[in-house]
């Protein structure tokens, strides 16, 4: 037995780069593996009663669990052949004299009860190792939504093995799908666009974390037909995943405000929510509008800023506008697509002289507060 568990170690030695690389006392351990998997054989063909061998117990009990993560499935199983081919080249010599077939036979008999039980070790610490991810999944997620800084989220996702960025939020409703079979639908779609993905169902929303370079809206459209029925919106992108508590609370104030808006895009951009969500009392909101709209109205000169007014005041008209401004059509006309350019808003278009309504109001609120 000794004889057979040096020589399977000094083949494997020869003939495996891996086990060449490893650690010593990783490889002190397969050593260990090999020798008692010689071990067991012999002592089951020694005792022909047994119906099959203890292969799990006396073989890969001798090993530390984490040996599995140092050593991957297909490392084994080349291990395994390596064994077995070393004992059978060996049956001539160690087979009684007329006994070959039969030591051949029960050589075939323990090589597979050896690979039933490395599927075995394997499948067990996979669903180990697929218990802690999930657990690990939910904390990141749980954690973006409370949108509450964790000090344990980098090191959370490091185990995770994320690194993509950039990072966005998706949010609507879960459906009646089971999760763990959603989450895994989610995260096929994310693969075959080449993003990473983490999800988890918080009551009734579903919350998708979307990590990669490139536009997350074509990816977004996919993985909306996987969500309940109700809007489904996406949050700004950022650059990295501690960061993601912004885009989080962004897709989860715009699912709570979409009802606003019945005939929004499916999906949506949460920053195309902003009138919404400003009057669902997102003070965040407010404040973009305020940033974005009434700031460079302002900083344009008063007359752009009453042009813009009066225009909306008088119901998109530009000929009662000029008359009301005194001035000619065409100015009216310059000036509102100088608004336009400025803020990303046409005053002329139904949800763009929505926002600016809501801009100027919360403007002026806040200019006088100062």
């Known amino acids: 037995m000794g004889a057979l568990g040096s020589a399977a170690v000094t083949s494997m030695d020869q003939r495996l780069p891996w086990f060449r690389a490893l650690s010593a006392e990783n490889r002190s351990w397969l050593g260990l593996v090999a020798q008692a998997g010689v071990a067991a054989f012999v002592d089951w063909v020694k005792h022909p009663e047994r119906a099959r061998p203890a292969v799990a117990g006396e073989v890969f009990g001798t090993a530390p669990r984490d040996l599995a993560r140092a050593v991957s499935l297909q490392q084994a199983v080349e291990m395994v052949r390596i064994v077995v081919d070393v004992v059978e080249s060996q049956v001539d010599e160690l087979a009684a004299p ?55 989220l980098p090191s959370w996702a490091s185990a995770l093995n994320w690194s993509s960025a950039p990072v966005t939020v998706i949010a609507g409703n879960a459906g009646g799908a089971e999760p763990e079979g959603l989450v895994d639908e989610l995260r096929m779609i994310a693969r075959r ?24 809206m074509p ?37 709570r405000s979409a009802a606003a808006w019945p005939d929004a895009p499916r999906p949506v951009l949460a920053g195309d929510l902003l009138p919404e969500r400003a009057l669902d009392g997102d003070e965040d909101s407010r404040a973009r509008l305020v940033e974005r709209i009434y700031e460079p109205l302002r900083r344009g000169g008063a007359a752009l800023l009453d042009t813009v007014t009066t225009y909306l005041e008088q119901g998109n ?13 065409n100015t009216v006309r310059y000036r509102l697509r100088r608004a336009a350019d400025l803020t990303g808003f046409n005053p002329g278009d139904g949800r763009g002289g929505f926002a600016i309504r809501l801009a100027l109001a919360y403007g002026r609120l806040a200019h006088k507060r100062t």
Request: charged residues 25%; glycine residues 10%.
């Open 317 to 329: 008209s530009l000929e009662a506008t000029a008359r009301m401004l005194f001035v000619h059509p």
């Open 193 to 216: 666009a080449r993003f990473d993905l983490l999800a988890g169902v918080h009551g009734h929303r579903l919350v998708v974390v979307l990590g990669g370079r490139g536009d997350p």
């Open 98 to 152: 007329g006994g070959e077939a039969e030591l051949r036979e029960a050589v075939l008999r323990y090589t597979r009860e050896v690979a039933f039980a490395t599927a075995q070790v394997y499948a067990r610490s996979a669903e180990a190792r697929g218990a802690w991810d999930a657990r690990l999944e939910a904390l990141v997620v749980d954690s973006l939504v409370r949108g509450e800084a964790d000090e344990h």
């Open 219 to 255: 990816v977004a459209r996919q993985l909306a037909s996987r969500f309940g029925p109700g809007p489904v919106v996406v949050g700004h992108a950022t650059e990295s995943l501690e960061a993601a508590r912004e885009s989080a609370r962004a897709a989860l104030a715009g699912l």
